[in-house]
C-alpha cells in the first residue's frame, strides 16, 4: 500500500471516514505495487519541485502533460493536492485533463474538493472537470465538501450543476447525510435550500441474522439512517432545527424502530432532544426493545461514566430536564421493555443488568439506581408502583436490591442512604410492601442482600413480612447469611450484622425499631 503522503489518496481516506460514519468499513481490495514508469514531469510535481515542472513545461517538445506514474497520477493530481493554483494554472493551460482518475479512482476536482480550494475548484470546472467526479464508489466532490464548513466551495459545485441527491455505491448516502453527520449546518442549510431530500434513507443492513450464540448482545447496526437520525446521533441540534423546518419527518425511524429522539436522548445529545420535541417529535414511540424516549432519558441520567468519552453530556439541557420535557409533553411513564435491550455504555455489560429486562419501567429503572429527582417526576405524572418487570421485580424491590448484582452498570454506584429515601418514596406512594417476585422474594430479601441495615429497618417498621421464605425456603435472614443452595457456597455475601438485626426483628426483641428508623433515614417520612 501507498505511505501516507506518497500519493493522492485522500479520496480513499474520505471514503473510509464514510464507512466510519455509518458504522463500516468498505473491505479494500489488494493493491498490487506496480512497475514505476519514467514521468519527470509527475515525479516533480509529488516532490513539489515547481521550478523543475514550469521548465519542463516551456521546453519544446514538450513532455507529455498527461504522463502518468504506475499507479496513474497525473502532475495535475499533485499540483492539486500540494495546492499550488499557479502550476494547476499552466498545467490546465498546457492541456492537463481535468479528468484524470488515477488508480485510486482519484480525480483532481476530487482532490480540490477535499481541501476545499475555490479558486482551483473554479479552475478546474472552467477547463471541463466533470462537477460530479464520483470515486470507484460514487463518492462525489460534493459529498466530499459537504462534512467540511466550506459553504462557498461548495455552492460552486451546485451552481455548476451538482446533484444535491446523488448517493454513493457503498451506502447510499448523500451529501445532506454526510454534513448532517459531521454537523455543519451551514452546508446542511446550503443543501436543503438546494432541494436536498431531507426523508432521504441510506440503505438498510439486511444482516442474515442479529443473534449469536454469545450471551452478549450481536445486534449489528441495521443502516437505513435518514439526515436527521445522522444529526440526532452527532448531537448537531442546529442541523435538526434545519431540518425540521425544511419538513424532515421528525418520527421517521431506523429499521430497529429508533427515532431521531430516542437516538438523540441515547446519545446524550438532550439539547438535540429538546429540538424534536419542540418540533412535535412522538414521545411515546418505543423502539424494537421497547425503549420509550423517557426510558432512555430515566436511563442515561444516572449513567456510570466509565466507558463512555461522551459522559457527562456537555448540552445546556440535562437528562433531568429532559425528563421533565418528556412528561409535560405527554409520555407515558408506564410503558414497559418488550425485550432486554443492548445495553452497550461499558465495557463489562457481560450478563450485567440483567433485573432490567421485558417489562422494566422508567420507574423501576430509577429505582434501581436511587434515582429520587427522576422518581419524584415520574410520580408525579403518574408512574404507577405496581407495575413489574416479566420477573415479578416491583420498583419498592428494584430500590432494595432486588435482582441486582456488583457487576451491574446502572445503579451501580447507589448508596444505602438512597435506597432508603427511594423506598420510602415508594412506600409513600403505596407500593404493595409484601409484594414477592417469581422467586418468592419481598423487598426484604433484596435488602438483606446488600446489608442495608437501614433499609431493613425501615421495612420492617412499615410492617413488612419478617418471615417470609422464597421458592427454597430462604427468609431473609437466610439471605443475609449467605445460605447455600447445595453447591458447596453461599449463593450471597453473608452480612451477619444484618441476619443479626432480622433475627433480632423475628423474635420480637427490638421494640425502638420506628425510632431507629427515623434516625437511620435522618428523619424521612
Not at 499552466?90 to 474538493?113: F, I, K, M, Q, V
Not at 462537477?131 to 460514487?138: K, R, T
Not at 446521533?233 to 425540521?244: D, F, P, S, T
Not at 412506600?427 to 442495608?452: F, K, M, P, V, Y
Amino acid at each position: 500500500m501507498p505511505r501516507a503522503g506518497s500519493r493522492p489518496f485522500s479520496v480513499l481516506l474520505a471514503a473510509l471516514s464514510l464507512a466510519t460514519v455509518t458504522g463500516f468499513a468498505h473491505a479494500a481490495k489488494p493493491v498490487v505495487e506496480p512497475v514505476e514508469r519514467p514521468a519527470p514531469l509527475v515525479i516533480a510535481a509529488r516532490n513539489k519541485d515547481w521550478s523543475t515542472v514550469h521548465s519542463l513545461l516551456a521546453t519544446r517538445p514538450r513532455p507529455d502533460v498527461n504522463q502518468r506514474t504506475a499507479d496513474g497520477t497525473t502532475a495535475l493530481h499533485w499540483a492539486v493536492y500540494h495546492n499550488d493554483v499557479e502550476t494547476v494554472r499552466r498545467l490546465l493551460a498546457a492541456g492537463a485533463d481535468p479528468n484524470a482518475r488515477n488508480d485510486y479512482g482519484s480525480t483532481p476536482l476530487a482532490e480540490a474538493a477535499m481541501l476545499g480550494n475555490v479558486e482551483v475548484i473554479r479552475r478546474l470546472l472552467d477547463a471541463g472537470a466533470d462537477v460530479e467526479s464520483p470515486n470507484a464508489d460514487g463518492q462525489t466532490a460534493l459529498m466530499l465538501l459537504a462534512r467540511t464548513s466550506n459553504v462557498e466551495a461548495a455552492r460552486l459545485l451546485i451552481r455548476r450543476g451538482a446533484n444535491v441527491n446523488a448517493r454513493e455505491a457503498w451506502r447510499g448516502q448523500t451529501a445532506l447525510m454526510w454534513a448532517a453527520a459531521e454537523a455543519q449546518p451551514a452546508m446542511v442549510k446550503l443543501l436543503v435550500e438546494h432541494g436536498a431530500d431531507v426523508n432521504a434513507r441510506s440503505l438498510v443492513n439486511e444482516w442474515e441474522r442479529q443473534v449469536t450464540a454469545e450471551p452478549r448482545h450481536q445486534a449489528r447496526p441495521s443502516g437505513g439512517f435518514t439526515p436527521l437520525l445522522y444529526a440526532a446521533r452527532k448531537g448537531c441540534a442546529e442541523c435538526a432545527e434545519i431540518l425540521a423546518q425544511a419538513g424532515a419527518d421528525v418520527n421517521l425511524t431506523d429499521p430497529d424502530g429508533v427515532t431521531p429522539l430516542l437516538l438523540a436522548t441515547l446519545n446524550l445529545n438532550f439539547d438535540t432532544a429538546a429540538v424534536l420535541i419542540r418540533h412535535g417529535a412522538d414521545v411515546n414511540k418505543w423502539d424494537l426493545w421497547g425503549r420509550s424516549p423517557l426510558y432512555a432519558a430515566v436511563d442515561m441520567n444516572t449513567l456510570p461514566t466509565g466507558g463512555r468519552a461522551d459522559r457527562p453530556s456537555r448540552d445546556r439541557t440535562t437528562s433531568l430536564e429532559l425528563i421533565e420535557m418528556l412528561l409535560e409533553a405527554g409520555a407515558n411513564p408506564n410503558l414497559q421493555l418488550k425485550l432486554f435491550p443492548p445495553y452497550r455504555s461499558l465495557r463489562d455489560d457481560r450478563g450485567a443488568d440483567m433485573m432490567l429486562t421485558v417489562g422494566t419501567t422508567p420507574l423501576i429503572r430509577a429505582a434501581k439506581a436511587g434515582d429520587i429527582p427522576a422518581m419524584k417526576l415520574l410520580l408525579e405524572h403518574g408512574a404507577r408502583v405496581d407495575i413489574t418487570t416479566a420477573n415479578g421485580i416491583t420498583p419498592l424491590m428494584a430500590a432494595a436490591g432486588n435482582g441486582s448484582s456488583k457487576i451491574d452498570t446502572r445503579g451501580r454506584y447507589k448508596t444505602e442512604e438512597q435506597a432508603i429515601e427511594a423506598v420510602q418514596l415508594l412506600l409513600t406512594a403505596g407500593a404493595d410492601i409484601n409484594a414477592r417476585d417469581r422467586n418468592g422474594q419481598t423487598a426484604l430479601h433484596g435488602a438483606a442482600s446488600w446489608g442495608w441495615n437501614g433499609v431493613v429497618k425501615l421495612l420492617a417498621a412499615n410492617g413488612i413480612d419478617l418471615m417470609a421464605a422464597d421458592r427454597q425456603g430462604r427468609t431473609a435472614a437466610d439471605i443475609a447469611k449467605g445460605v447455600s443452595t447445595g453447591s458447596g457456597r453461599a449463593s450471597f455475601d453473608p452480612h451477619p450484622e444484618t441476619e443479626a438485626l432480622l433475627r433480632s426483628l423475628m423474635a420480637g426483641r427490638s421494640p425502638s425499631i420506628a425510632q431507629d428508623v427515623r434516625q437511620t433515614a435522618g428523619g424521612t417520612e
